[in-house]
C-alpha cells in the first residue's frame, strides 16, 4: 500500500487572543484507497512526525512524500521504501508515485477554512474533524451520519443512501 503526506501549516488564533501569522503544523496523510487522517503537529520534526505516522504504517508501505528532510529520516529509521517528489524541480509524477492527491486534499482543505479567518489553535482538531467528515460523505452526508460518527459508530453501510 502506498501512502501519500503533506505537510501543511494552517493561520489559527493565538489562544492569547488576536490574529496570528504564525502557521501550526498540519500532517495529511492519504493513501490510495481513500483513507485519510490529519495531524496538528505540536512541532515539525522527525520525532513528532514518528509518533502520528508509526501507528499508520505499514512495514511494506511505500512513503510518498514531498523531498522534506524529515520524511526521509523517518523512513530511514523506520526501514520503509520511501519515494521523494520534489515539486520545485518540476517532478511532480514518478512513475505511479505522485502527490497530487494530498496536495488536492491540501488546497480544498485550505479554501474552506478561508471564510473562518484562522481558528483557535484548541478547536483546529475539530476543524480538521469536520472537514475528513465533508470529504468521506460528501453528497451523502445527512444529519444521523454526523451523530453516529460523534458517537463513534463505524457500521455506516445502512446510514448512507445509494
Not at 501519500?4 to 503544523?25: C, D, K, M, N
Not at 485519510?36 to 514518528?50: N, P, R, S, V, Y
Not at 522534506?68 to 521523494?84: D, L, M, Q
Not at 509524477?93 to 489553535?121: C, E
Amino acid at each position: 500500500m502506498s501512502l501519500i503526506l503533506l505537510l501543511t501549516g494552517l493561520y489559527v488564533w493565538r489562544q492569547g487572543g488576536g490574529l496570528s501569522a504564525e502557521q501550526i503544523p498540519v500532517l495529511v496523510v492519504r493513501d490510495r484507497s481513500g483513507q485519510q487522517a490529519e495531524f496538528k503537529l505540536e512541532k515539525l520534526d522527525a520525532q513528532h512526525i514518528g509518533e502520528r505516522l508509526r501507528p499508520l504504517i505499514d512495514a511494506d508501505a511505500i512513503l510518498c512524500t514531498d523531498s522534506a528532510g524529515v520524511y526521509a529520516h523517518f523512513a530511514k529509521v523506520e526501514g520503509i521504501t520511501h519515494r521523494p517528489i520534489n515539486p520545485s524541480q518540476n517532478r511532480r509524477v514518478d512513475g505511479a508515485f505522485h502527490i497530487q492527491n494530498v496536495n488536492a486534499y491540501d488546497s480544498r482543505l485550505k479554501s474552506w477554512m478561508i471564510p473562518f479567518h484562522g481558528v483557535a489553535t484548541k478547536y483546529l482538531t475539530n476543524y480538521l474533524g469536520w472537514r475528513r467528515l465533508l470529504e468521506r460523505y460528501k453528497t451523502q452526508l445527512n444529519p444521523l451520519i454526523c451523530l453516529k460518527e460523534a458517537l463513534g459508530y463505524r457500521d455506516m453501510q445502512q446510514l448512507t443512501q445509494t
